[in-house]
C-alpha cells in the first residue's frame, strides 16, 4: 500500500520489526524493505523506516537533521519520560555530548589498549586450553561468547566483582527497551529497576579499581574534561554498551566460521585476519540490528518529507546487506574488505568501544585457531529474541583439535 506525502508515493509497510516472527528470521523484512524505497512508512509504530545502505549511512552522518536527544528507540523524550537517565554518549547531541566522547575515545582508543593487548591474549589461551581440555563439543554462546568478555571487560572496568551476573541481563533489558513495549520488554520489566540501580551503583569511585577504564574516567572529572555528575554517567555506558554486544559478535563469528568451513581454514592459514573477520562478522551478523532518530527538524528523504520531531528507524542489518552496495551480501567471506559497514554506526555516535570489541575478539580467535583445526554445528542454533540485539541462545558445535 501507498499514500501521498512529498513528492510521489511514500511507501509503507505494516510489518512489525519488533515481532516475534521477524527477530527469528529478520532477514526477509529487510529485503522487502529495502526494496519497497529508500523510505517507508511503518503503520505499526506510526514511523518512518530507512533499510538501505546510502540512506542509513546518511542519517547516521547528519547528526544536525537525524538527532539523537529525543532518544534512539522508538521513546520520544520530546514526549515521554526516559526509564533512565539519558546517556550522554548515545542519547545526547552535540556540544553535551562532546566531551564525554573526547573522553572515552582516548581512553578506549588504540593507543590506551596496548596495555591491556598481552593479557587478554594471555586469557584467551587459558579459557580456550581449559575448555578443549574437557571436551571437543561445546556451546559456543554459554562456553566462550559469554565467557571471555565477562572475564575480562568488566575487570578492564574495574567494577567488583560481586554482582556481575546482572551485566547481561541489564544489556538485554536495555536493549529491548530501545524497541515498543511489547512482551520482551514487559518480561524484563519487573527487574529492570532492580538491574538498573545495580549498574549505577557500579559507576561509584570508591567502588572502581585504580587502574581501569573507570578510574581513567574519573581521573578525567578530575582534570575538568567532564564534570563529576557526569562521570558515573559515562562510567555507565561502558556497562551499558560494552558486555552484550560483545557477546552476539563472537557468538555471530564462532556460528559464521562454524558454517563456512572454508573461511576457518582460511583464516587457520592467516591469522592476521582475524581482524577483518571480525568485521565481516559485525557487517554480516549486524549485531545491533537496528537505532532510532528523531527528525530535528523538517527533512527531505528520497524525495519525502519526514516532520520534524518524527522517528526514524534506521535498519543497520539491511544497510550491511544492501546489494546497492555489497557484492554477494548474504556472503561470509574474508576476501572482502568490509570497511564502511554500518554495524558500528557511522560519524559522531560510532561506537567508542569498537577497538576494545575488536581487541577481544581478535584475542579469542588467534587463541582458537592456533587448536582448533574445524569447527562444526552439532545441532540446532538457537536465538534469543531481542528487540535490538541480533541474540543467541545456544550454538552447538563441535571442534577438532588434531
Ligand atoms: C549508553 C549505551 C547503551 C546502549 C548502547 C550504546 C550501542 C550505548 O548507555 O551509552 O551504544
Known sequence: MTTALGSGLLPTSDADPFGHEVLENPLPLHAELRDAGPIVYLTKYDVYALARYEQVRAALVDWQGFQSAAGVGLSNFRTEKPWRTPSLLLEADPPLHDAPRRVLARILGPRALRTLRDRWMADAERLVDRLLSGTNEFDAVADLAEVFPLRVFPDAVGIPKEGRQHLLPYGDHLFNAFGPANDLVEKGAAGAGELLAWAQQQCARPLLTEDGFGAAIWAAADRGEITSEQAPLVVRSLLSAGVDTTVHALSAILYALATNPAQWQRLREHPALARVAFDE??????????????????????????????????????????????????????????????????????????????????????????????????????????????????????????
Do not use: Y
Open 281 to 402: 562478522a559485525v557487517r554480516w551478523e549486524s549485531p545491533v540490528q537496528t537505532f532510532f532518530r528523531t527528525a530535528t527538524d523538517d527533512i527531505r528523504i528520497g524525495g519525502h518529507t519526514v516532520p520534524g520531531g518524527r522517528k526514524i528507524l534506521m535498519f543497520l542489518a539491511a544497510a550491511n546487506r544492501d546489494p546497492r552496495r555489497w557484492t554477494d551480501p548474504d556472503a561470509f567471506d574474508l576476501s572482502r574488505d568490509p570497511s564502511g559497514h554500518v554495524g558500528f554506526g557511522m560519524g559522531i555516535h560510532q561506537c567508542v568501544g569498537q577497538h576494545v570489541a575488536r581487541l577481544e575478539a581478535e584475542a579469542l580467535l588467534t587463541a582458537l585457531v592456533r587448536r582448533v583445526h574445524s569447527v562444526e554445528l552439532t545441532g540446532p542454533v538457537r536465538r534469543h529474541h531481542n528487540n535490538t540485539l541480533r541474540a543467541w541462545g545456544s550454538i552447538p558445535v563441535r571442534v577438532r583439535t588434531r
